[in-house]
């Protein structure tokens, strides 16, 4: 390990030149271990860490470039307060003393009225740091004290996540590193090259030793360029593919009899079902060939029939659907059909969190809150709430937003009815943030936040299962605090005496732990590698009620569900809606991640500017041009943008890459103003996946 100091403080007598280790905090199953190299008390560069096996000293274009985006020339510095009207943008510095102040006069005054109290106050947050203690550490103490309602965080990974709870138990699966091992790895839903680069190395590291690599994609992405093949299948429609995948595991008896009688719930209902799902009907839902379904069951059933590894790699881009977590399910079962859990380079990995090493509770102390009902926020459908007036079934209205961590009129969907919310005179808006973001321009307290450069935290992962701690590297910037400090501030200006609320940054890391690991270890290093057997599952011992992977799920049968995996069609196909008969699915762009890193200026000049992809048919049936200036809408919205006419793109397919903050697109808009706020089946989750838009030539003015 190169010499490290371990700073407690900000004192002036470290040394002039020297290497920080960290974490980096954003929304990907990476969590590289970072280096930081300071000199003079400045951060001059970013690395990953030579010696963390999962980092291997390489980090993702956006990351190598964390000091651009500390040192940016619009980082917020100061507290501001709004002067013009809302969305305006117009601020005016003001102190913390006086900002703090006039915030907690605002909650009280909220909390003690009648007609509104703690519940008219919500939180919102989400992954703008994967941190425990600068997400949902103190903040959450803090509102647990307020009694104030709570968001239910589902804009990214809970339908995915109950579709494994109720297949495999918890967000289980293989290591992530056994996959170099395999000789078959399907990427499903996933554009590894974009958003998990270490996994690609590992794949692309077995497909040295002769693996085959498989892509499912509705796009045919950097990822899905560089595999044996890929099987462009239209939004939505993978568990019909999964289960035709299944059928074909059954004719052609590529089946581990064994593992399914002592490993399995529920087979004989599942391959009763599977036998319904020949290739010709999945292929006709999917929109591709027979031919494509039979090789690849072919493929990966003889696989494991030849006592070879065969890995699955699924990721969050098939569960954006209508029937997400089925879906899900449907591919979970596919390795207890054939065995593929025996070996360590076997199985499929979603999500490893459920490896968790500390005791959430110690962070976030739910014994703050008083007893008594607790009302729950979707945040997935922020716009229409905002938008509600008090009622007996809702409660009362919104009054007070925080939001921290997110950039909800960016990212939230529908975001014309997010915007409508946000725009409300009578709401109160804080926002905790680095730059003046979307959301951050309809705020009426814009309060700055410390980069990951800046503060402590501490960071457990859902690609790998190492624990990461985060040191800070560099003085906070200006005036800027971490959010831990803002909320410990708020705390005090709102009179709470709690001695929770006194807790400081680097404290609260330590007390999370519980003495499960050592600390010392942990800051020497900057991480902790969990231990965890090679083949878990191998002999069962899922973490589910029965131990066994649950093929049908009595809890889903219980609450009146099916308890089998099952396709369901999307609220809007394609070709399903003759005015808007185009399917469009929004993934990231390359080089941001979510709206993160929008505003770094040599990122932003990679992407170029908002674009569209659609295939060249497509564009030839609505006579564009590659470069044109397009319309895309539907009943919710329009958003104007660049087409680019590329194969990238299926027939009936078109691609939004974003998430574009809207006051960098053109017209003030970016995708989520076409995409709905309906939910998925299980995880309640959203559906930007599963939209219907037409695209036209905008006429030359």
């Not at 943008?89 to 006086?98: I, R, T």
């Not at 292929?283 to 493929?299: F, H, K, P, T």
């Not at 519980?514 to 878990?536: E, H, I, N, T």
């Not at 992977?549 to 999307?570: F, I």
């Amino acid at each position: 390990m190169p010499e490290v100091t371990l700073r407690r403080d900000h004192s002036t007598d470290l040394p002039l030149h020297r290497q920080v280790l960290g974490a980096c905090p954003h929304d990907c199953p990476d969590t590289c271990s970072l280096l930081t190299t300071v000199v003079d008390g400045k951060a001059i560069k970013v690395q990953g860490n030579p010696h963390h096996p999962q980092t291997d000293g390489v980090l993702c274009t956006k990351v190598a470039r964390y000091t651009e985006r500390t040192y940016h020339p619009e980082r917020l510095l100061q507290p501001l307060k709004r002067t013009g009207p809302k969305g305006s943008g117009q601020f005016a510095p003001v102190s913390w003393d006086s900002a703090i102040a006039d915030i907690c006069h605002r909650l009280k005054t909220i909390i003690a009225d009648p007609a509104q109290g703690p519940q008219a106050v919500l939180p919102y947050s989400y992954a703008g740091t994967m941190g425990w203690v600068q997400s949902e550490g103190m903040a959450a103490r803090f509102f647990n004290r307020i009694g104030a309602s709570l968001l239910d965080y589902t804009i990214c990974a809970s339908a995915g996540g109950a579709g494994l709870a109720h297949t495999l138990g918890a967000n289980v699966g293989m290591a992530v590193e056994q996959f170099a091992q395999a000789k078959l790895i399907v990427i499903w839903g996933s554009n590894p090259i974009t958003s998990s680069v270490h996994f690609w190395r590992y794949a692309q590291e077995a497909k040295r030793k002769g693996a085959r690599l498989v892509c499912i994609d509705p796009r045919k992405s950097e990822t899905a360029e560089k595999c044996h093949n890929h099987i462009a299948l239209l939004p939505g429609t993978d568990a019909a593919l999964a289960l035709a995948l299944m059928h074909e595991l059954i004719v052609h008896d590529w089946l581990d009899q064994d593992y399914l009688d002592h490993y399995t719930v529920g087979w004989e209902a599942l391959r009763a079902r599977a036998l319904q799902w020949p290739p010709a009907r999945a292929a006709q839902v999917c929109g591709i060939s027979v031919q494509e379904i039979e090789a690849l069951a072919r493929d990966y059933g003889q696989t494991c029939r030849d006592g070879q590894p065969a890995a699955i790699r699924l990721n969050y881009g098939m569960q954006r659907s209508r029937g997400a977590a089925n879906a899900v399910r449907a591919v979970l079962c596919l390795p207890a059909l054939t065995g593929a859990w025996r070996h360590a380079a076997g199985g499929v990995l979603l999500s490893s969190s459920g490896a968790r090493s500390f005791n959430k509770t110690v962070l976030q102390h739910p014994q703050l809150r008083q007893p008594g009902p607790v009302r729950t926020i979707n945040m997935s459908t922020i716009g229409d709430d905002l938008l509600r007036p008090a009622s007996a079934q809702f409660g009362p209205a919104i009054s007070a937003l925080f939001v921290y961590n997110s950039n909800p009129v960016a990212v939230a969907p529908d975001s014309s009815k997010v915007v409508q919310g946000f725009a409300r005179e009578d709401l109160f808006t804080v926002v905790l943030e680095h730059f003046q973001t979307d959301t951050a321009d309809y705020a009426d307290y814009i309060l700055p936040a410390t980069t990951q450069l800046e503060h402590w935290d501490i960071h457990t992962t859902y690609g790998h299962t190492d624990l990461l701690l985060n040191e800070p590297a560099i003085a906070p910037l200006g005036q800027s605090r971490s959010n831990a400090a803002i909320f410990r501030a708020l705390a005090r200006g709102m009179g709470y005496a709690e001695s929770c609320f006194e807790e400081e940054d680097l404290a609260m890391c330590q007390s999370a732990l519980q003495g499960r690991l050592d600390f010392a270890a942990l800051a020497r290093d900057g991480f902790v590698a969990l231990q965890r057997a090679d083949a878990p599952f191998a002999q069962g011992n899922f973490p589910t009620p029965s131990g066994r992977c649950e093929l049908w799920s009595e809890r889903l049968a219980s609450e009146g569900l099916d308890g089998l995996p099952d396709y369901l069609p999307n609220y809007e196909a394609a070709g399903s809606t003759p005015a808007h008969p185009l399917a469009m699915i929004s993934p990231p762009a390359r080089n941001f991640m979510n709206s993160s890193f929008v505003n770094v200026n040599s990122l932003r000049g990679m992407e170029g500017e908002p674009l569209i992809e659609i295939h060249p048919d497509d564009a030839r049936a609505r006579q564009l041009s590659d470069g044109a200036l397009v319309r895309v809408f539907n009943d919710r919205g329009q958003y104007h943008c660049i087409a680019k006419v590329s194969d990238r793109a299926r027939p009936g397919v078109v691609i939004g890459l974003g998430v574009w903050w809207r006051k960098l697109g053109r017209r003030g808009t970016n995708v989520n103003e076409l995409t709905h706020q309906k939910l998925t089946d299980l995880g309640r989750a959203p559906t930007f996946y599963d939209c219907a838009v037409q695209v036209e030539v905008v006429p030359d003015t």
